[in-house]
């Protein structure tokens, strides 16, 4: 099993950075392909980033060029640097572990852009 837990959200000014992280403990980190999802109040979860083993990336259309995804397996975390921040990328931001047909998830942190 994997524990995620994430860090680094809050309040950002449009224009402004944020870097997220999520600790993982409890397993083989380097082994599993991580992502960022996220949730808005009413809105349906949506990928943000995934990186694999590899360190392969993709990225929704909606992040490129704005958000970089990077994993330290040394130090078992995964981050998500997010610059020009806009108000739409306001939520929930959540860390995820998958290997095969196991997918383990964080509690959240919250990121919320307004002036």
């Known amino acids: 099993q994997v524990q995620l837990v994430e860090s680094g959200g809050g309040l950002v000014q449009p224009g402004g950075s944020l870097r997220l992280s999520c600790a993982a403990s409890?397993?083989?980190?380097?082994?599993?392909?991580m992502a960022w999802y996220r949730q808005a109040p009413g809105k349906q979860r949506e990928l943000v980033a995934r990186?694999?083993?590899?360190?392969?990336?993709i990225y929704a259309d909606f992040v490129k060029g704005r958000f970089t995804i990077s994993r330290d397996n040394a130090k078992n975390t995964l981050y998500l640097q997010m610059n020009s921040l806009k108000p739409e990328d306001t939520a929930v931001y959540l860390c995820?572990?998958?290997?095969?047909?196991?997918?383990?998830w964080g509690q959240g942190t919250q990121v919320t852009v307004s002036s």
């Open positions: 995820n572990a998958a290997l095969g047909f196991d997918t383990y």
């Open positions: 990186i694999t083993r590899g360190s392969s990336t």
């Open positions: 409890g397993s083989i980190f380097s082994t599993y392909v």
